[in-house]
């Protein structure tokens, strides 16, 4: 079982950055995806971005071009840098390991992902006003 703990989770004014961390328990160059989720209130849990093995990633619509995900594999850490924040981003992170992911390019729908095995960790406030 693979364990997760996301850090970096804060109150930021509109326009204003945060950079998430991922600390896994398993090697992040391991032959499987990892991704950012996030939930906001009342609503599913949804896609924010996810990256490959290979360092390849995919992004959802509304925040590409303002969030990049990344990884140190000497550390085991995923990283998501948020930039240009709007209230509406305002949500639940949770980092996810996804054992059914193998390749991913940038025009992958991050919808399609297969979350049904995935790892979770317990998820961090970001609240943007």
């Known amino acids: 079982h693979v364990q997760l703990v996301e850090s970096g989770g804060g109150s930021v004014q509109a326009g204003g950055s945060l950079r998430l961390s991922c600390a896994a328990s398993t090697h992040t160059n391991s032959a499987y995806c990892m991704a950012w989720f996030r939930q906001k209130p009342g609503q599913e849990r949804e896609g924010v971005a996810a990256?490959?093995?290979?360092?390849?990633?995919t992004y959802a619509d509304p925040v590409k071009r303002r969030f990049t995900i990344s990884k140190d594999n000497a550390k085991n850490t995923l990283y998501l840098q948020m930039n240009s924040l709007k209230p509406e981003d305002t949500a639940i992170y949770y980092c996810?390991?996804?054992?059914?992911?193998?390749?991913?390019?940038?025009?992958?729908?991050?919808?399609?992902?297969?979350?049904?095995?995935?790892?979770w960790g317990q998820g961090t406030q970001v609240t943007v006003s």
């Open positions: 990256i490959d093995r290979d360092g390849q990633a």
């Open positions: 996810a390991h996804i054992l059914r992911c193998l390749f991913l390019t940038p025009s992958t729908d991050i919808r399609s992902l297969d979350v049904s095995s995935a790892n």
